[in-house]
């Protein structure tokens, strides 16, 4: 296993080639060490539930439900939210904040991916919008020994039947255990083959997710609404990436022909991989 070192000094286009090509980009120091504290403190006043396969990694998903400030924060973090405009292009919509520790002594999973275009038993119908990104928040230094990300980079990219989705792998010789800081995000594609690597320190591991898709990109199967939270004040622009995880605006009425079809498209070519502004 390769380990892949911290990535500092890329710019917007080059963490955007990363996380389309490679499968994931690091965005470093995306949260500061008061926000760090902040929800290591929401972590632990929530009730986790335990993995269904180990006593060693606590999770709890739907964070969104509760509206606690904390969690808002985070689905409307400031860089997170400007570099997804720049990768999408497109209104977003978040479709779950969730948190998990990863205890020592933890074993790690199996490599799998977020997507699921028929539904699952796993993650039912959330898993089935064709474009998903999922937005790993990091509390701790990860050290490859302290439960890395394990990504084997453009494995989202195969067309074999040994990257149909559904599968799941003990290991992969092209994994790569991805290092970061506290405070750190870490992008995963949803196709991504990935998977959480063991703890084999004296300290837990703990993490926040939060998942976005384009607007356009919406289920193929109805997505259940009692993760949806009350609006209670909240800001609209956030309550409108949480008010809706089945809203799609793609139209599906193809026109084969019409003289004002566009003749470019900015994020169709590689130009969109020179955005030289630093992420």
């Known amino acids: 296993m390769t380990i892949e070192t911290e990535r500092r000094r890329l710019t917007v286009g080059d963490q955007v080639r990363s996380l389309e090509i490679d499968g994931y980009a690091v965005l470093p120091g995306v949260l500061d060490e008061d926000a760090v504290h902040a929800l290591g403190d929401l972590q632990r006043r929530t009730s986790l539930d335990r993995s269904s396969y180990t006593d060693k990694q606590w999770y709890r998903h739907n964070l969104q439900r509760d509206g606690d400030p904390e969690v808002l924060r985070l689905v409307e973090q400031p860089r997170i939210l400007a570099f997804l405009d720049t990768l999408f292009a497109d209104e977003l919509v978040c479709i779950g904040v969730s948190c998990s520790r990863s205890e020592p002594g933890y074993d790690g999973m199996p490599l799998h991916t977020d997507s699921h275009p028929y539904g699952s038993n796993n993650l039912g119908a959330v ?114 990436m949480l008010a809706d995880p089945n809203r799609r605006t793609v139209d599906t009425h193809i026109v084969n022909w019409s003289d004002d079809l566009p003749e470019s498209g900015v994020g169709l070519g590689r130009s969109r991989w020179a955005d030289s502004r630093p992420s």
Not at 139 to 164: E, F, K, N
Not at 197 to 206: C, E, I, K, L, M
Not at 210 to 231: C, I
């Open 127 to 240: 898993g089935t919008s064709p474009v998903i990104v999922r937005v790993l928040y990091y509390l701790d230094d990860i050290t490859p020994d302290r439960a890395p990300l394990l990504v084997v980079p453009g494995s989202h990219l195969s067309l074999h039947r040994d990257a149909m989705p559904y599968l799941r792998y003990r290991s992969h010789p092209d994994a790569v255990a991805v290092t970061c800081r506290a405070g750190d995000a870490v992008l995963i594609n949803q196709r991504v083959f990935h998977a959480a690597g063991a703890n084999r320190t004296d300290q837990p591991r703990r993490m926040f997710a939060a998942s976005y898709r384009p607007a356009w990109a919406g289920p193929t199967l109805p997505v259940p609404t009692d993760g949806v939270p009350e609006r209670n004040g909240m800001k609209e622009s956030v309550y409108r």
